[in-house]
Each structure stands twice: as structure tokens, then as C-alpha cells.
């Protein structure tokens, strides 16, 4: 339960400060760290109320206030993100901070409040230790079958309302699911909700993150294909990012067992195929990634997650054009809730199409929506930007880019992914030009 709590003391909120920018989750994202703690200094010291876009734009991202343009627009940018990240951080890894941290919308002032947290011990059958996220996952999952579950004998006999054909479907597998034990519909539960954390997929500590809540859910449902289906896509995506090794083919071994295993308990399902083609994807087998994901795309044609991995095996592997039309497809369906990557795959075809204004405007727009954001995504838009003949902005962005982003390995990142490095290279000479006529 939260409540308000005028009286926390700002030891409390300096400890809340430090233990979001402490975690993994935020360990590599500076900038928004450095935005939170200025303006958690601020509150603290009795300036809360006149902490403003143009201050935070000159404090600290050190913007001339006589700059043309718009210099309150990376502070926008950067406070979406900030609230999208900490709303992802109290879901997991902090879900049992004792003080929490909002930045509301409409404004940069933070605000505090007290959390009462019960946490029930369990012991874990596998002998392993379930982190913190998981946990956080699995009690909210608990207490949603509880709530949605509790008479679900007359829940289709009594209800008047007539639901939309794609939640009447997921309120029968649910029925179904739930006939079969309680265990097996909190694995469904917990596998849906990881599956909404798998992107952006360049961002490792969340796929080893995702990766023990699928295992978690395998645990409590070892009938239930999802959990290793989304094992299978974390886990590929882990080797994906993995240089190559004994380590590499460790994690690709591990991928394949679990795609096996999803595609055994439900071979027609189109996540279970959607995962298998991610993890051909993986291996380097490109046109068997393609035809197995269009055969997932052909079985499920609305299902945005479904769409997203297309997508991406599309753009990865030099399709550009279909990259684009899946998804426009996606994009179309419905507004962004801050879970898909269909805008980026959209700017990031369209950047290797030659389409450099669109590429900027969807970019934009996932900015805009809170959608997933990438060292990558940055990447586009700087070498669109440059090949547009906007230096001055290309430079900008690219030191957005190297301020959030300090370690990112752009070349090895993209290289580890694209089929043909020649489409690295599309980016990557545009970055080094912008470099050398700036330096």
C-alpha cells in the first residue's frame, strides 16, 4: 500500500536517491541519474518549487540559455524516460524500497512516498534464489488471480458486457488454464507480464532480468509453453549480445532447448514460433528465422509482440522494406503503452531506405510516446540527422548519445546483430564524418 508521507525525512529521500542510481537497472543511464539527483537536491534544499525546464536544461545539461531553439526539449525527452524508468524500477528490482520517487507529468518537482511492504518468504524449488524482481512480479500476479479469479465458475454465465474478440479469447485460455491448477495460471501471468519487458533488447541487465522471471514462471507452470518461449527470446537475445565464446554457445544452447520445449508443449502457438524464429535468428540462420516469423505473423497478424520480433528479424537481416510495412502495421493497431519498438524498427528502416525525414519523425515520436529507446536508436538519428545536412543538430544528438550511453560500443552492439555488416557501416560512416568535421 502507498500513502502520502509529509513527513519523510531527507535522509530517507537522499537513501531513495541512492539506491535507484545504485541499481543495475540504472547503472548505465547517467544522464537520467544525474537529472534525478539534481533535482532531488533541490527538493531537499527548500528549491522544489522553482525547479523549471530551463533550469534543468542549464544545471545539467550545461545549455547556454541564449542557444537558439528549443533547449527545454531534451529536459521533455529525458523526463519521460526518467518517469518510464523509475515506474520500470519500483515494478521489479525496487519494489521494496521503503521511499519511492515520482516525477509527475507537467512538471520536474519529485515527490515522495512511504511504501508499506509485505513480503512473503519462499524457498525456491529449483534451489535457486529468485531476485527481487521476480518476486515483485509473482506477489502482484498472485494477488491479480485472487481478485480476477475468485468466481470464475459463473464469470462468463453473468456477464452482460460483451468483450472485445481478442480479451474474450484471453479471458477463456485463462478459464481454461485456471481448471487446470492456480499454479499454472500464475505462470501465464508472469510470462505475459515478462513479456512486456523484453524490449529494447540491447540493454542486457534487463534480458537477465526477464530471464529469471520466465524461469520463475517455468517453475510454477512446467505445462505452460510461455515461460519457454520467453526464456527462448531473452536467452537468444543474451547471445545475440554475447561476444563469441564458449559462453556464446552456452547461452545458445540454452535457447534452443527452451524454444524446443515451447514448441513441444504448443506448436502451433504463434509466441512459441515467434521465439523459435528469434532463436534461428540468433544462430545465424536468417531465412529460416524469416520464414518461420512470417508463419508467426500469418497465425497472430494483430499481435503486436508477434510484429516486433518480425520486424526486428526483418530489419536485421536487410529486409528493410517489409521491416517497414510490419511495422506501419503495428504502429496503426494502437497507440504506443511504452512496450513495443515498432516506431524504432519503422525510423530504423527507413534510415537504410533513404527516407531520412520520416526515419527522424518516427524516432520522435517513440520519444514522445515513451517507447523503448537505444545507444542504437541515437545512433539513427545522428547519421540521419547528418545525412539531412544538419550537423549542428547531428552533433547534438550524438552527444546526448555519449552522455547517456559513456561505455556503449556502438559498432560492436550493431555488428553483433546485422546480418551484413555493410549496414553497419551505413551508420557508422555517417558517425565517423559527423566526428571529422567536428573535431
Excluded at 454465465?157 to 460483451?162: A, L, M, P, T, Y
Excluded at 512446467?222 to 536467452?235: C, H, I, M, R, T
Excluded at 526486428?312 to 503495428?330: M, Q
Amino acid at each position: 500500500m502507498v500513502f502520502m508521507d509529509p513527513d519523510i525525512r531527507d535522509i530517507d529521500k537522499t537513501k531513495a536517491l541512492r539506491s535507484v542510481c545504485e541499481s543495475e537497472l540504472f547503472s548505465h543511464l547517467d544522464r537520467l541519474c544525474a537529472f534525478l539527483s539534481y533535482i532531488v537536491k533541490e527538493e531537499i534544499e527548500g528549491r522544489g518549487d522553482l525547479i523549471r525546464g530551463k533550469t534543468v536544461a542549464q544545471d545539467v545539461y550545461d545549455r547556454d540559455p541564449a542557444e537558439t531553439g528549443d533547449i527545454e526539449n531534451v529536459v521533455r525527452v529525458d523526463a519521460r524516460r526518467l518517469r518510464q524508468n523509475l515506474e520500470h524500477y519500483y515494478d521489479t528490482v525496487g519494489s521494496s524500497d521503503p521511499v519511492r520517487i515520482f516525477v509527475d507529468t507537467g512538471g520536474y518537482r519529485p515527490r515522495f512516498e512511504r511504501v508499506e511492504v509485505a513480503l512473503a518468504e519462499e524457498k525456491p524449488r529449483s534451489g535457486r534464489a529468485v531476485g527481487w524482481a521476480a518476486l515483485s512480479f509473482i506477489l502482484g500476479t498472485g494477488i491479480g488471480i485472487a481478485f480476477a479469479f475468485g468466481p470464475l465458475k459463473d464469470y462468463f454465465g453473468e456477464q452482460e458486457e460483451i468483450l472485445p474478440q481478442d480479451q474474450a479469447l484471453a479471458s477463456l485460455q485463462r478459464q481454461a488454464v485456471i481448471e487446470q491448477s492456480a499454479s499454472s495460471l500464475q505462470a501465464m501471468n508472469l510470462a505475459d507480464q515478462a513479456r512486456n519487458m523484453i524490449f529494447p533488447i540491447f540493454d542486457r541487465p534487463r534480458q537477465l532480468l526477464v530471464v529469471e522471471v520466465f524461469r520463475r514462471s517455468i517453475e510454477l507452470g512446467p505445462d505452460y509453453f510461455g515461460g519457454y518461449a520467453g526464456a527462448a527470446q531473452a536467452l537468444a537475445t543474451l547471445a545475440i549480445l554475447t561476444p563469441p565464446g564458449k559462453d556464446k554457445d552456452a547461452i545458445l544452447e540454452r535457447a534452443n532447448t527452451m524454444a524446443a520445449d515451447a514448441l513441444r508443449l504448443a506448436p502451433s502457438d504463434p509466441w512459441a514460433q515467434s521465439a523459435a524464429a528469434w532463436v534461428k535468428f540468433a544462430n545465424n540462420e536468417f531465412d529460416e528465422a524469416m520464414r518461420i516469423s512470417s508463419r508467426a505473423v500469418i497465425l497472430a497478424p494483430d499481435d503486436a509482440h508477434v510484429l516486433d520480433i518480425h520486424g526486428s528479424i526483418a530489419l536485421f537481416s536487410g529486409h528493410f522494406e517489409e521491416a517497414a510495412e510490419v511495422a506501419e502495421r503495428a504502429i496503426d493497431s494502437g497507440p504506443s503503452n511504452q512496450r513495443f519498438a515498432n516506431r524504432n524498427i519503422y525510423g530504423a528502416a527507413n534510415f537504410h531506405l533513404g527516407n531520412y525525414r520520416k526515419s527522424l519523425n518516427s524516432f520522435a515520436k517513440a520519444a514522445e510516446y515513451g517507447d523503448p529507446i537505444s545507444a542504437p536508436s541515437f545512433a539513427y538519428q545522428t547519421a540521419a540527422l547528418h545525412a539531412l545536412g544538419r550537423t549542428k543538430d547531428a552533433a547534438r544528438k550524438y552527444a546526448e548519445l555519449k552522455n547517456s550511453w559513456p561505455n556503449a560500443d556502438l559498432e560492436a552492439m550493431l555488428t553483433s546483430i546485422f546480418s551484413d555488416p555493410a549496414h553497419v557501416e551505413e551508420i557508422t560512416d555517417r558517425i565517423r564524418a559527423l566526428e571529422a568535421e567536428t573535431n
